[in-house]
């Protein structure tokens, strides 16, 4: 008999065991599939094309199949697929695939998602793998199997976790990780302009160039930033107008 609190909100077009509880506050929308003996404890939302296994349990203000997070989606029809024995603790989110990554996200066995953690559209997890407090994976991202994702570390659209690597708390990642491998890096430097957002702002190839060279101009590495400000401050009033 399925166990559904009075007060949670289920769509007509939902497949859900008989074995599966839903808690409080719980809304569950159409085409979500759910197998045996899953938990959802209470105000958990899942929505869109999102197929679950057995045995998984989701905390409370897990969000699971809310449409991607990239400018690109277009509303297509793409697929989240959650395999079994996994626990989604509070705030984690989960978001299915775009047309651009082959339309599925896929999370297999055994996994732990810890508070506030995020997997982005496309990513592909395999089994045992741990996401800690507030890791955020971007777009596209595989973890092999066992490996673990520190509190507060950020994997970069693309990047492949190799199976048992650990990345340290607080780090972020841009290239690939091998199997077995450790990283523990935060960025501290500035890599380059943001020329997709200047491009977002409308801003023509003469004036993102203008920027550039202000940008190299300022940050001199023969000199401190706050020595080159001082006595380049006309360079640091053209920057500000051209940022307006």
Do not use: W
Not at 41 to 49: E, T
Not at 133 to 145: P, R
Request: charged fraction near 20%; charge should be positive.
């Amino acid at each position: 008999m399925k166990m559904i609190h009075p007060s949670a909100v289920i769509s007509k077009n939902t497949k859900i065991h008989e074995s599966t509880n839903i808690g409080p506050f719980c809304v569950i929308g159409d085409g979500v599939k759910i197998g045996k003996n899953n938990n959802l404890v209470s105000n958990v939302s899942i929505i869109g094309n999102t197929t679950i296994e057995n045995n998984n349990k989701f905390y409370p203000f897990c969000s699971i199949g809310s449409e991607p997070q990239d400018l690109k989606f277009n509303n297509e029809k793409s697929f989240l697929n959650i395999g079994s024995n996994n626990k989604f603790r509070e705030n984690v989110t989960v978001n299915p695939g775009t047309e651009g990554g082959g339309l599925s996200t896929i999370i297999e066995d055994n996994c732990l998602f810890m508070v506030g953690s995020h997997v982005a559209h496309d990513c592909k997890i395999k089994s045992n793998v741990i996401l800690a407090n507030n890791a955020t994976l971007a777009g596209h991202v595989e973890i092999d199997d066992n490996a673990i994702i520190g509190g507060n570390s950020a994997i970069h659209q693309f990047v492949r976790v190799g199976k048992y690597a650990m990345i340290g708390g607080m780090s972020g990642v841009e290239k690939d990780i091998i199997p077995y491998g450790l990283y523990m890096g935060i960025r501290e430097s500035l890599k380059n302009l943001n020329l997709i957002g200047l491009k977002r702002k409308g801003l023509n190839s003469n004036l993102v160039n203008e920027i550039k060279n202000l940008v190299n101009l300022i940050f001199d590495k023969n000199d401190a930033i706050e020595n080159n400000i001082k006595k380049k401050k006309d360079i640091l009033l053209r920057f500000k107008k051209l940022m307006k």
